[in-house]
């Protein structure tokens, strides 16, 4: 049995495409901030510190730029077919983690003084 697919409205069409692109821009936000910690000089923090961090953030670049189309495909779809939209499944995992970076960093900072 085929779904019944209608245009939506194209505001609600244009805020998924608007969430696509933030999802893309935090992906490079990230990915600047894991460079930026791996360019932190030795002093700062210990090298393997500065690695992990780095990693992290890097590694939550990648998942938010991979993640990003499928979940605007997977909303669009839910538009179209006047569906419950998809919970934000990742939400949680780029909220603790960038917190969790962070608080990490600053424990690094406090100690490293």
Do not use: C, H
Not at 36 to 56: G, I, K
């Amino acid at each position: 049995m085929k779904t019944l697919e209608s245009e939506p409205d194209p505001r609600f069409t244009l805020a998924n495409e608007r969430t696509f692109l933030t999802w893309l821009s935090t992906s490079l936000a990230l990915s600047a901030g894991g460079v930026a910690m791996a360019a932190v000089s030795a002093d700062v923090f210990v090298p393997w510190m500065r690695t992990a961090l780095a990693v992290v953030l890097v590694s939550l670049s990648a998942l938010s730029a991979a993640m990003a189309y499928p979940r605007w495909r997977l909303i669009q779809r839910a538009l179209r077919r006047a569906a419950p939209l998809p919970p934000p499944a990742l939400a949680p995992l780029f909220g603790y983690g960038v917190a969790a970076v962070a608080v990490f960093a600053l424990v690094l900072i406090l100690l490293g003084r």
